[in-house]
Protein backbone atom coordinates (compact mmCIF):
# COMPACT_ATOMS: atom_id res chain seq x y z
CA UNK A 1 0.00 0.00 0.00
CA UNK A 2 2.57 2.43 0.62
CA UNK A 3 5.44 3.84 -1.86
CA UNK A 4 8.85 3.14 -2.09
CA UNK A 5 9.80 6.45 0.11
CA UNK A 6 7.73 5.03 2.64
CA UNK A 7 9.45 3.05 5.99
CA UNK A 8 8.97 0.30 7.55
CA UNK A 9 5.78 0.29 9.84
CA UNK A 10 3.44 1.26 7.30
CA UNK A 11 3.40 -2.03 4.26
CA UNK A 12 1.04 -3.77 6.65
CA UNK A 13 -1.36 -0.70 7.37
CA UNK A 14 -4.43 -0.76 5.06
CA UNK A 15 -7.05 1.09 7.09
CA UNK A 16 -5.64 4.08 9.00
CA UNK A 17 -8.01 6.82 11.65
CA UNK A 18 -7.12 10.26 11.45
CA UNK A 19 -8.45 11.90 14.99
CA UNK A 20 -8.84 15.95 14.59
CA UNK A 21 -9.51 17.87 11.76
CA UNK A 22 -6.93 20.87 12.00
CA UNK A 23 -4.84 21.64 9.78
CA UNK A 24 -2.12 18.47 10.74
CA UNK A 25 -4.91 16.17 10.85
CA UNK A 26 -6.27 17.09 7.10
CA UNK A 27 -2.37 16.85 5.84
CA UNK A 28 -2.11 13.67 7.33
CA UNK A 29 -5.10 12.73 5.97
CA UNK A 30 -4.22 13.88 2.45
CA UNK A 31 -1.19 11.86 2.54
CA UNK A 32 -2.68 8.66 3.71
CA UNK A 33 -5.45 8.96 1.13
CA UNK A 34 -2.53 9.32 -1.51
CA UNK A 35 -0.71 6.15 -0.56
CA UNK A 36 -4.18 4.33 -0.95
CA UNK A 37 -5.23 3.89 2.25
CA UNK A 38 -8.97 3.12 4.03
CA UNK A 39 -9.01 6.77 6.18
CA UNK A 40 -11.79 7.77 7.81
CA UNK A 41 -11.59 10.74 9.56
CA UNK A 42 -12.93 12.06 13.19
CA UNK A 43 -13.43 15.43 14.83
CA UNK A 44 -15.79 16.14 18.02
CA UNK A 45 -16.20 19.62 16.51
CA UNK A 46 -19.30 20.00 13.79
CA UNK A 47 -18.39 23.72 13.10
CA UNK A 48 -18.50 25.38 9.68
CA UNK A 49 -14.59 25.14 9.45
CA UNK A 50 -14.80 21.35 10.22
CA UNK A 51 -17.23 20.36 8.26
CA UNK A 52 -15.49 21.74 5.20
CA UNK A 53 -12.37 19.70 5.94
CA UNK A 54 -14.10 16.89 6.29
CA UNK A 55 -16.47 17.31 2.96
CA UNK A 56 -13.28 18.11 1.14
CA UNK A 57 -11.40 14.42 2.20
CA UNK A 58 -14.67 12.84 2.05
CA UNK A 59 -14.54 13.63 -1.92
CA UNK A 60 -11.04 12.28 -2.20
CA UNK A 61 -12.37 9.20 -0.73
CA UNK A 62 -12.53 9.24 3.13
CA UNK A 63 -14.88 8.49 5.40
CA UNK A 64 -16.14 11.00 7.49
CA UNK A 65 -17.73 11.22 11.33
CA UNK A 66 -17.93 14.14 13.40
CA UNK A 67 -19.69 14.80 16.52
CA UNK A 68 -18.33 12.31 18.61
CA UNK A 69 -15.21 10.41 19.49
CA UNK A 70 -17.60 6.60 19.90
CA UNK A 71 -15.35 3.50 20.78
CA UNK A 72 -16.81 2.13 17.32
CA UNK A 73 -14.37 4.45 15.28
CA UNK A 74 -12.03 1.80 15.96
CA UNK A 75 -13.23 -1.13 14.35
CA UNK A 76 -11.13 -2.75 11.73
CA UNK A 77 -8.71 -0.17 12.45
CA UNK A 78 -4.62 -0.90 11.79
CA UNK A 79 -3.40 2.89 13.17
CA UNK A 80 -4.49 5.72 14.40
CA UNK A 81 -3.01 9.54 13.67
CA UNK A 82 -3.87 11.86 16.02
CA UNK A 83 -3.51 15.47 15.71
CA UNK A 84 -1.51 17.80 18.29
CA UNK A 85 -4.60 19.20 19.96
CA UNK A 86 -6.23 16.04 20.86
CA UNK A 87 -5.04 14.91 24.54
CA UNK A 88 -3.66 11.48 25.20
CA UNK A 89 -6.22 10.83 27.82
CA UNK A 90 -9.08 11.38 25.01
CA UNK A 91 -11.18 7.63 25.80
CA UNK A 92 -10.90 7.03 22.33
CA UNK A 93 -7.06 6.65 22.25
CA UNK A 94 -6.60 5.16 25.08
CA UNK A 95 -9.36 2.56 24.16
CA UNK A 96 -7.29 2.41 21.01
CA UNK A 97 -3.90 1.26 22.78
CA UNK A 98 -5.81 -1.08 25.11
CA UNK A 99 -6.96 -2.65 21.48
CA UNK A 100 -3.33 -2.98 20.83
CA UNK A 101 -3.84 -0.43 17.88
CA UNK A 102 -0.69 2.28 17.25
CA UNK A 103 -1.69 5.62 17.74
CA UNK A 104 0.95 8.07 16.33
CA UNK A 105 1.47 11.81 15.99
CA UNK A 106 1.57 13.42 12.63
CA UNK A 107 5.30 13.79 13.25
CA UNK A 108 5.64 10.09 13.74
CA UNK A 109 3.85 9.55 10.22
CA UNK A 110 5.60 12.25 8.68
CA UNK A 111 9.46 11.14 9.93
CA UNK A 112 9.01 7.96 8.02
CA UNK A 113 8.82 9.63 4.27
CA UNK A 114 11.47 11.78 5.07
CA UNK A 115 14.32 11.85 2.93
CA UNK A 116 16.79 14.26 4.48
CA UNK A 117 18.31 14.91 7.73
CA UNK A 118 15.62 15.71 10.61
CA UNK A 119 16.18 18.82 13.31
CA UNK A 120 13.60 18.76 15.78
CA UNK A 121 12.96 21.88 17.97
CA UNK A 122 11.30 21.61 21.34
CA UNK A 123 10.69 23.45 24.45
CA UNK A 124 7.61 25.46 26.40
CA UNK A 125 8.89 29.00 24.53
CA UNK A 126 11.28 29.99 21.46
CA UNK A 127 10.45 26.99 19.43
CA UNK A 128 9.02 29.11 16.40
CA UNK A 129 11.87 31.41 16.24
CA UNK A 130 14.66 29.04 16.46
CA UNK A 131 13.21 26.36 13.86
CA UNK A 132 12.97 29.62 11.67
CA UNK A 133 16.98 30.67 12.65
CA UNK A 134 18.06 27.31 11.96
CA UNK A 135 16.10 27.00 8.18
CA UNK A 136 17.66 30.67 7.77
CA UNK A 137 21.30 29.53 8.48
CA UNK A 138 20.80 26.46 6.54
CA UNK A 139 19.96 28.63 3.64
CA UNK A 140 22.41 31.37 4.26
CA UNK A 141 25.25 28.48 3.90
CA UNK A 142 23.21 27.46 0.82
CA UNK A 143 22.13 24.23 2.44
CA UNK A 144 18.28 23.14 0.86
CA UNK A 145 16.28 23.33 4.41
CA UNK A 146 12.77 23.55 5.01
CA UNK A 147 11.21 24.96 7.88
CA UNK A 148 8.30 22.70 9.23
CA UNK A 149 5.80 22.14 12.36
CA UNK A 150 3.58 23.99 14.65
CA UNK A 151 4.46 27.10 12.54
CA UNK A 152 1.73 26.40 10.97
CA UNK A 153 3.49 24.35 7.92
CA UNK A 154 2.42 20.15 8.81
CA UNK A 155 5.63 18.30 8.53
CA UNK A 156 3.82 16.01 6.41
CA UNK A 157 3.65 18.16 4.04
CA UNK A 158 7.09 19.73 4.20
CA UNK A 159 8.22 15.95 3.33
CA UNK A 160 6.56 16.22 0.21
CA UNK A 161 7.63 19.29 -0.62
CA UNK A 162 11.39 19.06 0.15
CA UNK A 163 13.89 17.59 -2.17
CA UNK A 164 16.58 14.22 -1.28
CA UNK A 165 19.00 15.25 1.08
CA UNK A 166 16.81 19.05 1.77
CA UNK A 167 17.05 19.43 5.92
CA UNK A 168 13.82 19.45 7.67
CA UNK A 169 13.61 21.65 10.81
CA UNK A 170 10.66 21.17 12.42
CA UNK A 171 8.88 22.63 15.40
CA UNK A 172 7.58 19.54 17.93
CA UNK A 173 5.20 19.80 20.76
CA UNK A 174 4.91 17.99 23.78
CA UNK A 175 1.63 16.83 22.41
CA UNK A 176 3.04 15.27 18.84
CA UNK A 177 6.32 13.79 21.02
CA UNK A 178 3.78 11.79 23.42
CA UNK A 179 2.62 9.65 20.61
CA UNK A 180 6.07 8.84 18.58
CA UNK A 181 7.88 6.02 18.86
CA UNK A 182 10.62 5.30 16.17
CA UNK A 183 11.27 9.53 16.08
CA UNK A 184 14.80 10.09 15.67
CA UNK A 185 16.05 13.52 14.40
CA UNK A 186 19.96 13.73 13.34
CA UNK A 187 19.90 17.17 15.86
CA UNK A 188 17.26 17.46 18.77
CA UNK A 189 17.16 20.88 20.39
CA UNK A 190 15.74 21.51 23.94
CA UNK A 191 15.06 24.91 24.74
CA UNK A 192 13.44 25.36 27.81
CA UNK A 193 10.88 24.03 30.44
CA UNK A 194 8.51 25.80 32.31
CA UNK A 195 4.92 25.05 33.35
CA UNK A 196 2.10 25.14 30.61
CA UNK A 197 -0.25 22.80 29.12
CA UNK A 198 -1.80 21.77 31.82
CA UNK A 199 -5.46 21.49 30.22
CA UNK A 200 -3.53 18.87 28.14
CA UNK A 201 -1.04 17.27 30.65
CA UNK A 202 -2.14 15.78 34.29
CA UNK A 203 1.27 17.34 35.35
CA UNK A 204 4.64 19.07 35.38
CA UNK A 205 6.41 15.63 35.27
CA UNK A 206 4.49 14.04 32.48
CA UNK A 207 4.87 17.23 30.68
CA UNK A 208 8.61 16.93 31.16
CA UNK A 209 8.54 13.42 29.98
CA UNK A 210 6.99 14.13 26.97
CA UNK A 211 9.25 16.75 26.25
CA UNK A 212 12.43 14.61 26.60
CA UNK A 213 10.78 11.57 24.39
CA UNK A 214 12.55 13.35 21.34
CA UNK A 215 15.70 12.14 21.62
CA UNK A 216 14.59 8.67 22.71
CA UNK A 217 15.63 6.69 19.94
CA UNK A 218 18.98 8.76 18.98
CA UNK A 219 22.19 6.86 19.03
CA UNK A 220 25.69 7.22 17.74
CA UNK A 221 26.48 10.47 15.52
CA UNK A 222 23.18 12.48 16.89
CA UNK A 223 23.20 15.42 18.89
CA UNK A 224 20.98 17.16 21.57
CA UNK A 225 21.25 20.79 22.11
CA UNK A 226 20.62 21.44 25.08
CA UNK A 227 19.99 25.07 27.36
CA UNK A 228 22.36 24.43 30.45
CA UNK A 229 21.02 27.56 32.27
CA UNK A 230 17.87 25.60 32.34
CA UNK A 231 18.25 23.40 35.10
CA UNK A 232 15.31 20.98 33.93
CA UNK A 233 16.75 20.74 30.63
CA UNK A 234 20.30 19.97 31.53
CA UNK A 235 19.12 17.19 34.19
CA UNK A 236 16.63 15.32 31.44
CA UNK A 237 19.50 15.93 28.45
CA UNK A 238 22.27 14.07 31.29
CA UNK A 239 20.09 10.84 30.10
CA UNK A 240 20.14 11.27 26.75
CA UNK A 241 21.60 8.54 24.49
CA UNK A 242 23.45 10.46 22.30
CA UNK A 243 26.08 13.16 22.14
CA UNK A 244 25.02 16.68 24.28
CA UNK A 245 26.06 19.85 23.44
CA UNK A 246 25.31 22.31 25.62
CA UNK A 247 24.37 26.23 25.15
CA UNK A 248 24.01 28.79 27.57
CA UNK A 249 24.67 32.52 28.53
CA UNK A 250 27.17 32.32 30.92
CA UNK A 251 31.12 31.47 30.37
CA UNK A 252 30.40 28.20 31.79
CA UNK A 253 33.31 25.44 30.61
CA UNK A 254 30.60 22.77 30.76
CA UNK A 255 28.92 24.65 27.74
CA UNK A 256 29.90 24.09 23.77
CA UNK A 257 28.57 27.61 23.03
CA UNK A 258 28.80 30.36 25.67
CA UNK A 259 28.44 34.17 26.19
CA UNK A 260 32.05 34.90 27.16
CA UNK A 261 33.00 39.01 26.99
CA UNK A 262 29.68 40.08 24.99
CA UNK A 263 30.62 37.41 22.38
CA UNK A 264 28.92 34.10 21.36
CA UNK A 265 31.69 31.58 21.75
CA UNK A 266 32.20 27.81 20.54
CA UNK A 267 34.61 25.79 22.25
CA UNK A 268 34.76 22.82 20.11
CA UNK A 269 34.87 19.10 21.21
CA UNK A 270 38.72 18.56 21.95
CA UNK A 271 39.73 15.61 18.81
CA UNK A 272 42.26 12.80 19.33
CA UNK A 273 45.52 15.84 19.06
CA UNK A 274 43.87 17.27 22.40
CA UNK A 275 42.07 20.74 22.55
CA UNK A 276 41.29 23.07 19.85
CA UNK A 277 40.88 26.80 19.92
CA UNK A 278 37.68 28.44 20.53
CA UNK A 279 36.04 30.02 17.34
CA UNK A 280 33.74 33.18 17.83
CA UNK A 281 30.10 32.90 15.92
CA UNK A 282 28.79 36.90 16.75
CA UNK A 283 28.85 39.83 19.17
CA UNK A 284 25.83 39.35 21.23
CA UNK A 285 24.66 42.96 20.43
CA UNK A 286 24.73 42.20 16.47
CA UNK A 287 21.34 40.23 16.98
CA UNK A 288 18.88 41.89 16.59
CA UNK A 289 16.42 40.23 18.56
CA UNK A 290 15.79 42.26 21.80
CA UNK A 291 16.18 39.99 24.91
CA UNK A 292 18.23 37.42 26.49
CA UNK A 293 15.57 34.82 25.29
CA UNK A 294 15.88 35.71 21.87
CA UNK A 295 20.36 35.30 23.03
CA UNK A 296 19.52 31.47 24.11
CA UNK A 297 17.35 30.89 20.99
CA UNK A 298 20.13 32.15 18.34
CA UNK A 299 22.97 29.44 20.40
CA UNK A 300 20.33 27.09 20.24
CA UNK A 301 20.28 27.83 16.85
CA UNK A 302 23.89 27.70 16.70
CA UNK A 303 23.93 24.81 17.91
CA UNK A 304 21.89 22.82 15.86
CA UNK A 305 23.19 24.64 12.64
CA UNK A 306 26.79 23.78 13.44
CA UNK A 307 26.24 20.36 14.01
CA UNK A 308 25.12 20.21 10.33
CA UNK A 309 28.55 21.38 9.82
CA UNK A 310 28.05 24.62 8.81
CA UNK A 311 31.14 26.67 9.95
CA UNK A 312 30.63 28.80 12.68
CA UNK A 313 31.41 32.14 11.12
CA UNK A 314 28.40 31.35 8.58
CA UNK A 315 25.93 30.59 11.48
CA UNK A 316 27.36 34.19 12.93
CA UNK A 317 26.58 36.10 9.90
CA UNK A 318 23.38 34.66 9.11
CA UNK A 319 22.13 35.29 12.76
CA UNK A 320 23.08 38.37 12.26
CA UNK A 321 20.41 39.06 9.56
CA UNK A 322 17.80 37.04 11.03
CA UNK A 323 14.82 39.51 11.57
CA UNK A 324 12.56 37.42 13.58
CA UNK A 325 9.08 36.73 12.73
CA UNK A 326 5.29 38.21 13.59
CA UNK A 327 4.07 38.17 16.31
CA UNK A 328 6.79 37.32 18.86
CA UNK A 329 8.15 40.36 20.14
CA UNK A 330 7.63 41.73 16.79
CA UNK A 331 7.99 46.05 16.87
CA UNK A 332 5.06 47.33 15.06
CA UNK A 333 5.73 50.54 15.52
CA UNK A 334 6.71 54.19 17.08
CA UNK A 335 4.07 56.81 17.75
CA UNK A 336 4.51 60.07 19.45
CA UNK A 337 7.81 58.02 20.91
CA UNK A 338 6.00 55.12 22.48
CA UNK A 339 7.15 51.90 20.67
CA UNK A 340 4.41 49.35 20.36
CA UNK A 341 5.29 45.69 20.57
CA UNK A 342 3.02 42.27 19.71
CA UNK A 343 3.79 39.82 21.20
CA UNK A 344 0.80 37.53 20.95
CA UNK A 345 2.57 34.49 20.57
CA UNK A 346 2.76 34.21 24.74
CA UNK A 347 0.29 32.50 25.59
CA UNK A 348 1.52 31.20 28.79
CA UNK A 349 2.88 33.11 31.92
CA UNK A 350 6.79 31.93 31.50
CA UNK A 351 6.36 33.63 27.62
CA UNK A 352 5.62 36.68 28.92
CA UNK A 353 8.25 36.66 31.62
CA UNK A 354 10.68 36.27 29.15
CA UNK A 355 9.32 39.60 27.17
CA UNK A 356 9.08 41.57 30.48
CA UNK A 357 12.81 40.53 30.55
CA UNK A 358 13.46 42.34 27.13
CA UNK A 359 12.75 46.13 28.27
CA UNK A 360 13.79 47.72 31.05
CA UNK A 361 10.56 50.06 31.06
CA UNK A 362 8.79 52.65 31.05
CA UNK A 363 6.39 50.09 30.33
CA UNK A 364 2.40 49.48 29.80
CA UNK A 365 1.71 45.89 29.87
CA UNK A 366 -1.43 44.41 28.04
CA UNK A 367 -1.93 40.41 29.71
CA UNK A 368 -5.07 38.24 29.47
CA UNK A 369 -7.01 35.57 27.18
CA UNK A 370 -7.88 31.82 28.18
CA UNK A 371 -5.68 30.71 30.57
CA UNK A 372 -4.18 26.70 30.02
CA UNK A 373 -4.54 25.71 33.42
CA UNK A 374 -1.27 27.81 34.41
CA UNK A 375 -0.60 29.65 37.36
CA UNK A 376 0.22 33.84 37.17
CA UNK A 377 2.01 34.06 40.63
CA UNK A 378 5.95 34.29 39.14
CA UNK A 379 4.34 36.59 36.87
CA UNK A 380 2.40 38.70 39.07
CA UNK A 381 5.30 38.94 41.55
CA UNK A 382 7.56 40.47 38.69
CA UNK A 383 4.84 43.52 37.91
CA UNK A 384 4.48 43.84 41.61
CA UNK A 385 8.56 44.23 41.71
CA UNK A 386 8.80 46.22 38.50
CA UNK A 387 6.36 48.26 39.72
CA UNK A 388 7.86 49.24 43.04
CA UNK A 389 10.69 50.34 40.78
CA UNK A 390 8.75 52.50 38.79
CA UNK A 391 9.20 51.50 35.67
CA UNK A 392 5.48 49.77 35.09
CA UNK A 393 2.80 52.88 33.89
CA UNK A 394 -0.35 50.54 33.55
CA UNK A 395 -1.25 47.21 33.33
CA UNK A 396 -4.34 46.48 31.80
CA UNK A 397 -5.96 42.98 31.94
CA UNK A 398 -8.23 42.14 28.89
CA UNK A 399 -10.42 38.06 28.16
CA UNK A 400 -11.80 35.79 30.00
CA UNK A 401 -8.76 35.03 32.87
CA UNK A 402 -8.43 39.16 33.58
CA UNK A 403 -10.07 38.69 37.18
CA UNK A 404 -7.80 35.71 37.67
CA UNK A 405 -4.40 37.67 36.89
CA UNK A 406 -5.85 39.99 38.79
CA UNK A 407 -6.17 38.00 42.13
CA UNK A 408 -2.62 36.99 41.41
CA UNK A 409 -1.89 40.31 41.79
CA UNK A 410 -3.28 41.67 45.07
CA UNK A 411 -1.23 43.25 47.41
CA UNK A 412 0.53 45.35 44.69
CA UNK A 413 -1.50 48.60 45.64
CA UNK A 414 -0.82 51.88 44.71
CA UNK A 415 2.62 50.39 43.01
CA UNK A 416 0.83 49.30 40.16
CA UNK A 417 -2.31 50.64 38.16
CA UNK A 418 -4.13 48.07 37.33
CA UNK A 419 -7.18 47.90 35.22
CA UNK A 420 -9.62 45.18 33.96
CA UNK A 421 -11.10 46.05 30.84
CA UNK A 422 -13.53 44.26 27.77
CA UNK A 423 -10.86 44.15 25.40
CA UNK A 424 -8.13 45.99 23.16
CA UNK A 425 -10.53 48.69 22.31
CA UNK A 426 -10.60 50.15 25.22
CA UNK A 427 -6.63 49.58 25.98
CA UNK A 428 -5.81 51.95 23.95
CA UNK A 429 -8.67 54.42 24.52
CA UNK A 430 -6.75 55.00 27.99
CA UNK A 431 -3.43 55.05 26.73
CA UNK A 432 -3.04 58.70 25.66
CA UNK A 433 -3.41 59.36 29.59
CA UNK A 434 -1.38 56.93 30.51
CA UNK A 435 1.76 57.08 28.14
CA UNK A 436 5.23 59.03 27.72
CA UNK A 437 7.74 59.21 25.15
CA UNK A 438 10.49 56.78 25.67
CA UNK A 439 7.39 54.02 27.43
CA UNK A 440 7.18 50.98 25.38
CA UNK A 441 3.87 49.00 25.27
CA UNK A 442 3.98 45.68 25.18
CA UNK A 443 0.60 43.21 24.19
CA UNK A 444 2.29 39.84 25.66
CA UNK A 445 -0.96 38.50 26.99
CA UNK A 446 0.40 34.99 29.04
CA UNK A 447 -2.67 33.11 28.26
CA UNK A 448 -4.30 31.43 24.74
CA UNK A 449 -6.21 33.19 22.34
CA UNK A 450 -9.18 31.39 21.89
CA UNK A 451 -11.64 32.94 24.46
CA UNK A 452 -11.97 35.83 21.56
CA UNK A 453 -9.69 35.09 18.51
CA UNK A 454 -8.91 31.99 15.70
CA UNK A 455 -5.70 31.78 16.97
CA UNK A 456 -2.99 34.04 18.43
CA UNK A 457 -2.00 35.23 14.99
CA UNK A 458 -5.59 37.23 15.06
CA UNK A 459 -5.15 38.19 18.24
CA UNK A 460 -2.15 39.92 16.99
CA UNK A 461 -3.50 40.96 13.62
CA UNK A 462 -6.13 43.01 15.62
CA UNK A 463 -3.55 44.87 17.80
CA UNK A 464 -1.34 45.63 14.86
CA UNK A 465 -4.66 47.51 13.62
CA UNK A 466 -5.10 48.73 16.59
CA UNK A 467 -1.51 50.58 16.84
CA UNK A 468 -2.48 51.84 13.40
CA UNK A 469 -5.18 53.43 14.50
CA UNK A 470 -3.63 54.96 17.20
CA UNK A 471 -1.13 56.46 14.75
CA UNK A 472 -4.11 57.70 12.64
CA UNK A 473 -6.11 59.50 15.95
CA UNK A 474 -8.88 56.72 14.64
CA UNK A 475 -10.39 53.70 16.15
CA UNK A 476 -10.51 50.34 15.05
CA UNK A 477 -13.03 47.51 14.98
CA UNK A 478 -12.84 43.95 16.70
Given at each position: MVTESGMAG ?191 HTDMEEYVK ?22 LCAREAAGA ?238
Amino acid sequence: MVTESGMAGLQDVKSVLVVGLGISGMAAAGRLLREGMRVTVNDISEADPIRAVAADLSSRGARSVLGHHEPSLLAEVDLVVVSPGVPSRLPLLQEAEARGITVWSEVELAWRFARGPVVAVTGTNGKTTTVSMIAWICGQAGRPAVAAGNIGHPFITAVEEAGPGDILVVEVSSFQLTFTHEFRPAVAVLLNIAEDHFDWHTDMEEYVKAKSRIWMNQGDGDVVVCNLDDPLCAREAAGAPSRVLYFSCRPDPLAALRLSGGRIIYHLVPGPEGALEPREVMRAEDLTLPGEHNLENAMAAAGAAISLGIESRVVGEALASFRGLSHRLQFVAEVGGVSFYNDSKATNPHAALRALSAFPGPLVVILGGRNKGLSFTELAATLRERGRMGNVRAVYLIGEAAQEILAALEGAGEELNVQVLPGLEEVFARLPDVVEAGDVVLFSPACASFDRYDDYKHRGRHFQDMVEAYREGGEASG
